[in-house]
């Protein structure tokens, strides 16, 4: 695992992101240092996959600021960004559903032009997720949702992210999968990746982060180590059933 540094990668200011005559993320603060992983819980509408979204990219946002690797990030395209190595793996997948599992994970190197070692990438994925390898050359569409959820998190690793960004990536999975899928996650911050994690499973997301952030209606309403906000008796009554 790479030692945690105080070097800042991602540092959002102020960001405000409206769409649709709504003000879904109202003024939100919180950075993300390298190595560490970032927890992002919170109810449903809370503005967590906007924020998401408007940090790689996807989404324009209006007003406030995204600094990645120390420069301003607004106006740029998502392209771009994952040239950068600032990577998603949206809510839903998003697998190429007629393209094996092979060429998906390929497809995740498109801004790579190093052949042998998108190769060795290849099948250093197929080494993180076993599961992959056995169905190399099936249709992705195929798959279950955890195997979809497995590839499209290799597909982003083939990109060589200095930051993944994971949104909801347990939802609509069976309890099994969903501890393999935390698994590795767990697995991919011990190789060093910086992780943003958005997910409604309070309590897993918060027992595996260094530091979480709680969001409401648009805003940042706590923050604290993983630990402690997993202990917080505001967040366990609100987010743990509790």
Same mark, same amino acid.
């Given at each position: +695992?790479?030692?945690?540094? !105080?070097? &800042?990668?991602? !540092?959002?200011?102020?960001?405000? &992101? ?13 950075? &993300?240092?390298? %190595? ?6 919170? #109810? !449903? %509408? ?7 979204? =408007? ?6 946002? !209006? ?6 690797l120390g420069k301003s990030i607004k106006g740029r395209g998502a392209w771009?960004?994952?040239? @950068? ?9 998003? &697998?190429?559903?007629?393209?094996? /599992?092979?060429?998906?994970?390929? +497809? %995740? =190197? ?24 056995? *169905? ?10 955890? $195997? @979809? ?6 597909? =982003?690793?083939?990109? @060589? ?8 990536? #347990? ?9 393999? /899928? ?21 309590? *897993? ?9 709680? +969001? $409401? ?18 967040? *366990? ?6």
């Amino acid at each position: +695992m790479a030692e945690k540094s !105080n070097k &800042v990668l991602l !540092n959002i200011r102020g960001l405000k &992101v409206a769409y649709g005559g709504i003000q879904a993320v109202k003024g939100v603060d919180f950075e &993300v240092r390298e %190595g560490e992983l970032v927890s992002l819980i919170g #109810s !449903n %509408g809370a503005g967590k996959t906007t924020t998401m979204k =408007a940090i790689t990219g996807t989404l324009s946002f !209006n007003d406030g600021d995204i600094e990645y690797l120390g420069k301003s990030i607004k106006g740029r395209g998502a392209w771009d960004l994952v040239k @950068q190595g600032l990577v998603m793996v949206p809510e839903g997948r998003g &697998v190429f559903a007629r393209m094996t /599992i092979t060429e998906n994970l390929l +497809m %995740g =190197a498109y801004t790579r032009n190093d052949k042998a070692g998108i190769a060795a990438d290849v099948e250093r994925m197929f080494t993180i997720f076993p599961r992959l390898r056995e *169905r190399k050359d099936q249709l992705a569409g195929t798959m279950s949702g955890g $195997e @979809q959820q497995m590839l499209a998190m290799g597909r =982003a690793l083939m990109s @060589q992210p200095k930051v993944l960004l994971l949104d909801e990536p #347990s939802m609509g999975l069976s309890p099994i999968m969903v501890d393999k /899928i935390f698994e590795v996650v767990r697995d991919v911050y011990a190789l060093g990746v910086t992780i943003v994690l958005v997910e409604q499973n309070a309590s *897993r997301a918060l027992a595996i982060a260094d530091r979480g952030y709680v +969001m $409401e209606s648009g805003l940042v309403t706590m923050t604290g180590a993983g630990q402690e906000l997993l202990s917080d008796p505001r967040v *366990r009554a609100a987010y743990l059933g509790e």
